[in-house]
């Protein structure tokens, strides 16, 4: 799940799930595969608080840049024992690092650097400043430090107190890795009062367990070094772990268990931030198939309420029909009114086109109507979120695509040619003259429609008219050749083929939004995927304890 969609705990979520990553690529999966590779100190602190002088005094030889300039470090430097080169590839720990042996000015690799001034079995990383004022170099600070399995801090006595350091520490504390610190550029006479409240500052944030070693203030040689008398204690600790086997196994354990209790803590909020996308997801998509959905209903009930024999439908209908003669007609037996809707189809093709193109026209227009309504409406209520706003970006889709008047002429034609071939179909197996049903069908299919328009208008046979009677005309047509229940029959089935047009058609409409969400990599049920995992590692953790 990588939080795609713009909501509350989006970003949260995503940082965390990039810290997570990157802690169980940098370390946690390297150490567990490979527990007996060599402990790796990362060297960290504030700008200017002498890491680099502190670890070229430590090798007794420059391998790291250290002067005035800030900030100097600007490519971390890994120092490791010759004998201890093939633990530091890029396949077992910080994978996404490129190896170099040389300095590398621009940044972005880790450089290696063999020297037998190390014992083997340690490593000393020098890492950015954790304060930099350079981006890139206090991220990759944060990156090399979750990859440790000892944090060497190193601050001064000037500045031990500042903020950035302490946050750093704390989150040491919070998950249980094995931190110590030196306390650089001490005077002599300063010793114990710094020493002693330094230590109680740790033991306040919870690491009153974490070696302190004095760096006094004394001025390096021409070389760049501190006298090695000034770097002893450090010396000598590291070279205690060195010789130490079950100390540094120790101090790997605690902090190996450490990150995992931290990755497996965050695991809970991620499963929550993953409902939550899925959530906003779906509740995208419900809004628009419910705007969509409406605009189908309106678009359903408009062309079956009578809405439509208004205007140039119903005046090309009734220049089909007539208002005299052909109405007196119909109070003609049925065989009669056959005889005289015969002749009167045969005679007048101009007045069924011109009704058909009238219907194409009217119902075109009234479903681009409603699509352009809708359309607005989703835009508006995605705009009301934040998730939905970025998914529309700077794109308007207040209005329907360029082509759909087209579409929508073509969908009502296409409705049009299916009511004729229903009614071709029904005529089929009734005993007319097949010549009179040649002659029948555009009027037959035209004389539906008009009933399929006032098929909610409470129509029931001559008993109320719609327009001015021009409805019951079509009924009263259709049921002469097909009789009553054929009709109805006739009508739900044109009214529902309809229906199912215009929902199509609008479904493409609403493609417009829901395709962006198509593709989003939010997956339902990956929540309760990571609560099932974070209870099978939880389980196999207390197993092995």
């Known amino acids: 799940m990588q939080y795609p969609l713009d909501v509350s705990d989006a970003d949260d979520a995503r940082q965390t799930r990039r810290d997570m990553l990157a802690q169980l690529d940098d370390y946690i999966l390297p150490r567990l595969d490979q527990l007996d590779a060599p402990l790796l100190a990362v060297v960290g602190g504030s700008t200017g608080a002498g890491k680099s002088t502190l670890v070229n005094s430590l090798v007794r030889r420059k391998v790291s840049d250290a002067g005035v300039l800030r900030p100097t470090t600007r490519s971390p430097v890994l120092v490791h024992h010759p004998d201890d080169v093939g633990w530091f590839d890029e396949l077992r720990i910080l994978p996404d690092l490129p190896r170099v042996a040389i300095h590398d000015q621009a940044g972005g690799a880790l450089r290696l650097v063999a020297d037998d001034g190390l014992p083997a079995g340690v490593a000393i990383l020098d890492a950015p400043d954790v304060d930099s004022v350079v981006t890139e170099n206090r991220t990759l600070a944060a990156q090399l430090l979750a990859a440790a399995d000892l944090w060497l801090f190193v601050t001064t006595a000037a500045r031990y107190s500042d903020a950035v350091p302490w946050d750093f520490l704390r989150a040491a504390a919070d998950r249980q890795a094995a931190v110590a610190v030196v306390l650089d550029r001490v005077a002599p006479d300063a010793v114990s009062e710094v020493r002693g409240h330094l230590a109680a500052m740790l033991a306040q944030h919870g690491l009153s367990d974490a070696p302190l070693l004095v760096v006094e203030e004394t001025a390096p040689d021409d070389t760049g070094l501190l006298p090695e008398d000034a770097v002893a204690s450090v010396r000598a600790w590291l070279d205690g772990l060195a010789a130490d086997e079950s100390a540094r196994n120790e101090i790997v354990r605690r902090t190996l268990d450490g990150a995992i209790s931290g990755t497996l803590r965050q695991i809970p909020k991620l499963a929550d931030a993953a409902d939550h996308q899925v959530e906003v997801l779906e509740r995208l998509r419900a809004e628009i198939t419910h705007v969509y959905g409406k605009a189908v209903k309106r678009i359903d009930d408009a062309s079956a309420d009578g809405s439509m024999l208004r205007g140039e439908v119903l005046a090309r209908w009734q220049d089909f029909v007539g208002t005299g003669d052909f109405m007196r007609s119909l109070e003609a037996k049925v065989g009669r009114v056959r005889d005289r809707v015969t002749a009167f189809l045969r005679g007048r093709p101009q007045p069924a086109a011109a009704v058909g193109e009238a219907i194409e026209h009217g119902l075109a227009a009234m ?20 998730a939905g706003r970025a998914l529309l970006a700077g794109d308007d889709l207040t209005r329907t695509a360029s082509d759909l008047p087209e579409r929508s002429a073509r969908t009502v034609r296409e409705w049009q040619d299916a009511v004729l071939a229903m009614v071709r179909s ?27 328009f006032a098929s909610t208008a409470g129509l029931t046979g001559a008993e109320v008219g719609v327009a001015g009677g021009t409805a019951v005309v079509g009924q009263r047509l259709l049921e002469a050749f097909f009789g009553d229940e054929a009709v109805r029959r006739l009508a739900a089935r044109a009214r529902a083929d309809l229906s199912q047009r215009v929902e199509e058609l609008l479904r493409t409409e609403a493609v417009r939004f829901t395709d962006r969400l198509g593709g989003l990599p939010v997956e339902a049920g990956a929540g309760d995927a990571l609560r099932a995992a974070l209870v099978t590692v939880e389980q196999a953790r207390e197993d092995h304890a």
Do not use: Y
Not at 367 to 386: C, L, P, Q, T
Not at 441 to 448: E, P, S, T
């Open 426 to 452: 029904e005529g089929a197996d009734k005993r007319f003259n097949a010549r009179l049903l040649s002659f029948g069908v555009n009027g037959l299919g035209l004389a539906l429609m008009i009933v399929v």
């Open 367 to 386: 479903i681009v109507e409603e699509a352009n309504r809708a359309a607005e409406k989703a835009d508006g209520k995605w705009r009301d979120s934040a």
